[in-house]
Each structure stands twice: as C-alpha cells, then as structure tokens.
C-alpha cells in the first residue's frame, strides 16, 4: 500500500520524492531544529544517504509512515509515525522549521498525525519525545492530552521526556 497523503485544515503531509532532497537536508541540518530533536548537526552527506533510504528502503516495504510536511507550495516540516524502542508502540515526531514555530502549526501537525494513527493504523495509542527543555512542545503536548510516562536520560546526561495519549479513531472519545 503507498504512503497515503495527509492532509489537515492548513497543512498537507506528502510522500517525499526525489526533488524534496534539498529541503530535507535543509531542515534537518538547521541549529534550532537539531537542537530540539535532540541530536548534534548530522554531516549533509550523511542526511542525503537517509533520505535516499526513505525513497528506496522505507516507502517500498513500508517500513514506517513519513512525509514531508508542505504549508501551501512551501516545504515546513518533516513528520513520521514510527514503532520506537523505548516502549512496545509508536512514536509521532514532528520537526518544523523554526520560522514556522509559534503559529499553531506543530499542532495542527501532531494532530493530523494522531488522527492517521487512530484511523488508518488502528492504534490505541501513541508516544512522543519531547526534550526537557523543549518547553513550548511540552505545553502543546500537554494541551493536546499527552501524559507523561517517564525521564529517559541520554548517554550525555540530556532529558527526554516520553509523553503518551489514548488515541480513538475520529468521532469518538478517546479511551479514558
């Protein structure tokens, strides 16, 4: 089954393709962004070789869901749903340009995503790992219903925290 397209009330969530390759390495070698999905700037070589694995080892066997995050004709963002290590279940992650942040877009993202997750994937719930520090998406996750779960501390003493919501799939209420 291909990567279905996502989209919500301003954003639009597509497959990559080949041409996305530079808006891709853009966003994910910017400081601030790397700064908050936890990680030291990764070499462009390096993220060109991950993003041709999207292309040719991810959407071929479905490995996980992602897209590119597209706000009109402009590339904002990156989000996948993915199974995640920490915990049997999966993990929503968005990262956004930062001159896209403040303006209720991560949101509206985080939310187009649990709506897949509920609806398309059937599950009953999700995670997300959020940077200690990061306190603007900790109040948005707070205020979408995330919950904490646990601290996970990294090999370089950095907090993690791991968040999960119920999710249900749209028109019902979410478990309690």
Request: glycine share 10%.
């Amino acid at each position: 089954m291909p990567m279905p397209v996502l989209r919500t009330e301003r954003l639009e969530f597509l497959p990559y393709r080949p041409e996305h390759e530079d808006a891709f390495v853009a966003l994910l070698r910017d400081e601030e962004v790397c700064r908050w999905m936890g990680q030291d700037r990764v070499p462009e070589e390096d993220i060109r070789r991950i993003f041709r694995a999207i292309l040719t080892d991810v959407y071929p066997t479905r490995l996980f869901d992602v897209w590119g995050v597209w706000h009109g004709q402009e590339h904002i963002g990156h989000a996948e749903v993915k199974r995640t290590g920490n915990v049997d279940g999966h993990e929503l992650v968005v990262a956004l340009a930062p001159g896209h942040w403040g303006k209720g877009l991560g949101t509206e993202a985080v939310r187009g995503l649990i709506r897949h997750a509920a609806d398309n994937l059937g599950l009953e719930k999700v995670y997300g790992m959020v940077g200690a520090e990061n306190t603007a998406s900790l109040a948005m996750s707070r205020r979408l219903g995330f919950v904490p779960v646990r601290d996970v501390v990294g090999d370089d003493g950095t907090t993690t925290r791991m968040l999960m919501l119920p999710t249900a799939p749209s028109g019902q209420d979410a478990p309690a």
